[in-house]
């Protein structure tokens, strides 16, 4: 395809040095030797007053509707690589955004200025192979691992993958989601935070069919297909990739420290203690792993779970903080034991056991004991002798039991509310409910 002569308005493909990955850019201005001043193209389209929206037209070859950034611009000189795109900005969308430019100047915002700089040394490791680095690094160093289990528990609506994701890219995250779901909730990114978004893996889901053995995207279906698809005389396959996609910490929004509370509360310190007891027993009961509160004749002995006839064992002694983490620690150990494959060793479901309490005990708040954490690395120790042992795998199976007691408890806490939600709890549940569950 024959591309036109470069002007204002152009559209490129490049990567800048403050970003590791591509995106597409509209020339703002050029001069004689191929210098260019860029606005971002972005396709989060939420309303936001320092872009201007454009609609996919003919002339720009755009395929969905994307917003021209103007609170920044990136400076490309002519050596720079980038691939120059068969679309143009039509000339009064390009007007549209010199007014927002000088709008945001008389607001006294300040336009950042940024170089597009060196070339990025690109790491030959690919994500998956420093995934699995990180997980190396856990088998190796048991109190590396503790600290990620402590992260994890906030995250438990994630998946492992974006879980590890996340912690690869910041460890201290507490909150984080798309700019969407901030904007929904009354809080934007900050400036100069915009650009160092995390990346995180989102599932699309994409409609195909079959056209002589080979499948094909709807989308790309021939006009007489698509009206046979629409009276149902093609069958449709659903299918699902994995697409990139952008969110922020809570740090990097604009939320106020006073508001920081209503998010950090998800719920679990709010809950009481013997509240949480009920409600991690009755989850359990459900189950059919019966829970018994009894003198043990023991003051030592916090409780234990009986596999042979699939029983919780709590001290009638223990105090309500101690008999919910004692609680929380035997359950865990009652699902992996009735929902581990019984080719997985023993030692990889104790470790995998061990893990899991931890998690659940750093996601309440709740105190971990010395002695659990030495299990925990003990179990470890063990499961690594095992040839069939793979942390990544234990990791997702903790995670996913991790998610599964979090949603059902969450379920019994909300059933055993009586009192009335105030304004900060309905914020941290609507900011629960929002996140991409990924």
Request: hydrophobic letters at 40%; charged letters at 25%.
């Amino acid at each position: 395809m024959q591309m036109n002569k470069m002007t204002v308005g152009s559209i490129i493909y490049s990567k800048t040095a403050v970003e590791n990955f591509g995106r597409l850019f509209v020339v703002k201005s050029l001069d004689t030797a191929g210098n260019m001043n860029l606005w971002a193209l972005s396709s989060d389209i939420s309303p936001v007053s320092d872009a201007v929206m454009v609609q996919p037209d003919k002339l720009n070859w755009l395929r969905k509707p994307t917003q021209m950034r103007v609170d920044a611009e990136v400076q490309m000189s002519a050596t720079w690589d980038f691939v120059q795109q068969p679309g143009v900005i039509d000339s009064d969308t390009m007007a549209a955004a010199m007014d927002c430019v000088e709008q945001y100047k008389k607001e006294e915002k300040p336009v950042e200025i940024i170089s597009a700089g060196e070339p990025v040394v690109v790491d030959p490791r690919d994500v998956r192979d420093k995934i699995k680095d990180l997980y190396d690094n856990f088998s190796q160093n048991p109190e590396i691992y503790l600290d990620y289990l402590h992260f994890s528990g906030q995250f438990y609506r994630y998946s492992a993958r974006n879980q590890i994701l996340i912690y690869m890219q910041n460890p201290y995250s507490t909150f984080v989601t798309s700019r969407t779901r901030w904007a929904k909730m009354g809080y934007d990114i900050k400036q100069a935070e915009y650009r160092k978004s995390m990346q995180i893996y989102k599932p699309v889901p994409q409609k195909y069919f079959d056209r002589n053995g080979a499948l094909v995207s709807v989308k790309d279906a021939t006009r007489a297909e698509k009206l046979k698809i629409a009276a149902m005389a093609i069958p449709l396959i659903d299918k699902q990739y994995f697409a990139q996609m952008p969110v922020w910490d809570i740090s990097q929004t604009n939320c106020p420290v006073d508001d920081y509370p209503k998010i950090y509360d998800t719920g679990h310190s709010s809950v009481q203690h013997k509240e949480l007891f009920e409600a991690v027993k009755q989850v359990a009961e459900l189950e059919g792993i019966a829970v018994t509160v009894e003198d043990l004749r023991s003051i030592a002995l916090s409780g234990y779970y009986n596999p042979a006839d699939n029983t919780i064992h709590i001290n009638s002694v223990e105090n309500d903080t101690k008999s919910v983490g004692t609680l929380c620690h035997e359950y865990a150990h009652a699902l992996l034991h009735n929902t581990s494959s019984e080719n997985i060793p023993a030692e990889i479901q104790e470790f995998e056991a061990e893990s899991l309490a931890l998690v659940l005990l750093s996601s309440y708040d709740l105190p971990q004991d010395d002695i659990d954490v030495g299990y925990m690395a003990k179990y470890l120790d063990a499961a690594k002798e095992m040839s069939d042992f793979s942390m990544e795998k234990s990791v997702q199976r903790i995670s996913k039991a991790m998610n599964h007691i979090e949603t059902r408890l969450q379920m019994q806490i909300n059933v055993g509310i009586e009192q009335p939600i105030n304004a900060a709890q309905e914020i941290q549940r609507n900011f629960m409910t929002n996140i991409e569950r990924t």
